[in-house]
């Protein structure tokens, strides 16, 4: 049976108390702020807290000092307020503050493995560590950058290791909108700019990105520009120094990029004038693993031929992996994934493509429900085949899971 300090309102206290002893659990103290919960953590060790989502109840500071002491914390908010605020501390188990006991019992007895925190990792302070950076390119004509980049982002987030997704396309960004959150606000513009002065650090980053909540798959996400104009923001000085402390944050940088490699100062006479290119090119160069998609028809195929040159072009040296989406008899005829397996070979000298199969049902209730393939439709052909691209190329293993990691993950967010 769990030890509990409550950290709640005295309605709610009320409400659970008697359901939690009749539980067999023991109740070490009662308190109604963060303050008065620092205090009693002094003199007394409880496995789990149970807290209410407001400022007054949940900082920072208590939260470090739960994971230092190995605490299992559960939120309960009251309203999205609440709920944003958790998300914003990094919390990532957060039910609703109207639930019965026996919902809140399955996380104190089981809780959920979802990514940690990010910057708490138990390594000493300077600790040097460097994510890898997977870039995600396609072509022209939509071939679904987009839609892998969030999933591969999504299946890494579930192995266990923590993720930020980076919309960098400077033509149409388009993560916040296939997640269905707010891009007034771009964060990669954001990010880039704070790096531009040196002032990207691990605590802005955590204002300007949004998190994604799932309770196996939950990652961090720099939205994309909001206004293709403003694509001067992302010069490559800029990219490359949030690239850079991305991967001291996190495990797994993946970018978003845009289509286009053209070099920019062919096109223009200033040489020091900004590049449109820039960004997905910088991207592209310093990614550790390009992931290259294109569409599984006549067309499609047509169009990343012609630009998979000017991909291996720019990145000479850089592990490239080829997925072709929407993989489907009625585009290319009988046995299509033989079809698009020679096709690759005979006129491109690609061997052993990933085959994403054609799954357009799930893929819209993905984009309806502003959710990963894994949380709107977790037996999806196409999900499947990103899944296992991601655990045999990618993450070469799970990442080490203990029994309670120091950042023990958090959120399960009611639906």
Same mark, same amino acid.
């Given at each position: 049976?769990?030890?509990?300090?409550?950290?709640?309102?005295?309605?709610?206290?009320?409400?659970?108390?008697?359901?939690?002893?009749?539980?067999?659990?023991?109740?070490?103290?009662?308190?109604?702020?963060?303050?008065? %919960?620092?205090?009693?953590?002094?003199?007394?060790?409880?496995?789990?807290?149970?807290?209410?989502?407001?400022?007054?109840?949940?900082?920072?500071?208590?939260?470090?000092? %739960?994971?230092?002491?190995?605490?299992?914390?559960?939120?309960?908010?009251?309203?999205? !307020?609440?709920?944003?605020?958790?998300?914003?501390?990094?919390?990532?188990?957060?039910?609703?503050?109207?639930?019965?006991?026996? $919902?809140?019992?399955?996380?104190?007895?089981?809780?959920?493995?979802?990514?940690?925190?990010?910057?708490?990792?138990?390594?000493?302070?300077?600790?040097?560590?460097?994510?890898?950076?997977?870039?995600?390119?396609?072509?022209?004509?939509?071939?679904?950058?987009?839609?892998?980049?969030?999933?591969?982002?999504?299946?890494?987030?579930?192995?266990?290791?923590?993720?930020?997704?980076?919309?960098?396309?400077?033509?149409?960004?388009?993560?916040?909108?296939?997640?269905?959150?707010?891009? $007034?606000?771009?964060?990669?513009?954001?990010? %880039?700019?704070?790096?531009?002065?040196?002032?990207?650090?691990?605590?802005?980053?955590?204002?300007?990105?949004?998190?994604?909540?799932?309770?196996?798959?939950?990652?961090?996400?720099?939205?994309? @520009?909001?206004?293709?104009?403003?694509?001067?923001?992302?010069?490559?000085?800029?990219?490359?120094?949030?690239?850079?402390?991305?991967?001291?944050?996190?495990?797994?940088?993946?970018?978003?990029?845009?289509?286009?490699?053209?070099?920019?100062?062919?096109?223009?006479?200033?040489?020091?004038?900004?590049?449109?290119?820039?960004?997905?090119?910088?991207? @592209?160069?310093?990614?550790?693993?390009?992931?290259?998609?294109?569409?599984?028809?006549?067309?499609?195929?047509?169009?990343? =031929?012609?630009?998979?040159?000017?991909?291996?072009?720019?990145?000479?040296?850089? &592990?490239?992996?080829?997925?072709?989406?929407?993989?489907?008899?009625? &585009?290319?005829? =009988?046995?299509?994934?033989?079809?698009?397996?020679?096709? @690759?070979?005979?006129?491109?000298?690609?061997?052993?493509?990933?085959?994403?199969?054609?799954?357009?049902?799930?893929?819209?209730?993905?984009?309806?429900?502003?959710?990963?393939?894994?949380?709107?439709?977790?037996?999806? @052909?196409? !999900?499947?085949?990103?899944?296992?691209?991601?655990?045999?190329?990618?993450?070469?293993?799970?990442?080490?899971?203990? &029994?309670?990691?120091?950042?023990? &993950?958090?959120?399960?967010?009611?639906?």
């Amino acid at each position: 049976m769990a030890a509990i300090i409550l950290v709640l309102d005295r309605h709610t206290e009320d409400r659970l108390l008697a359901d939690i002893v009749e539980q067999g659990h023991s109740v070490l103290a009662q308190v109604r702020t963060a303050a008065e %919960c620092m205090l009693a953590l002094a003199h007394i060790a409880p496995s789990v807290l149970v807290v209410g989502a407001r400022r007054e109840t949940l900082t920072g500071e208590l939260l470090s000092a %739960c994971d230092g002491r190995g605490i299992r914390v559960i939120a309960l908010a009251a309203s999205d !307020r609440d709920r944003r605020y958790a998300a914003t501390l990094g919390l990532l188990e957060v039910l609703d503050a109207a639930v019965a006991w026996p $919902e809140i019992e399955a996380l104190v007895h089981g809780g959920v493995v979802v990514p940690m925190r990010v910057g708490d990792r138990g390594r000493s302070v300077g600790a040097p560590r460097a994510g890898r950076v997977v870039a995600v390119w396609g072509p022209t004509g939509a071939p679904g950058r987009t839609t892998l980049a969030i999933n591969i982002a999504a299946e890494i987030a579930a192995a266990g290791h923590t993720v930020a997704l980076a919309d960098a396309d400077t033509y149409s960004g388009s993560v916040a909108a296939s997640l269905g959150m707010l891009d $007034e606000a771009p964060g990669f513009a954001a990010a %880039c700019r704070l790096a531009g002065s040196d002032s990207l650090t691990q605590s802005e980053f955590e204002r300007i990105a949004q998190r994604y909540n799932s309770p196996q798959g939950a990652f961090w996400v720099l939205t994309g @520009l909001g206004r293709p104009s403003r694509w001067p923001e992302l010069s490559a000085e800029r990219v490359t120094r949030t690239i850079e402390a991305l991967r001291l944050w996190v495990d797994y940088v993946v970018i978003d990029t845009g289509f286009n490699l053209e070099s920019d100062e062919e096109l223009s006479s200033d040489v020091f004038a900004p590049r449109r290119n820039a960004a997905t090119v910088t991207a @592209l160069r310093a990614a550790d693993h390009v992931v290259a998609c294109g569409l599984a028809d006549p067309v499609g195929m047509g169009r990343f =031929l012609r630009a998979f040159g000017d991909l291996t072009d720019v990145i000479s040296d850089t &592990a490239v992996s080829v997925l072709m989406n929407r993989v489907r008899q009625s &585009a290319v005829g =009988l046995d299509p994934a033989g079809q698009v397996i020679g096709a @690759l070979r005979r006129f491109g000298a690609i061997e052993a493509p990933v085959l994403v199969p054609n799954d357009q049902a799930s893929l819209d209730v993905a984009v309806l429900t502003g959710r990963t393939l894994r949380d709107a439709a977790p037996k999806s @052909l196409a !999900r499947a085949s990103i899944r296992r691209f991601v655990l045999t190329t990618l993450v070469a293993a799970p990442a080490e899971r203990t &029994a309670r990691r120091r950042s023990l &993950a958090r959120t399960l967010v009611p639906r």
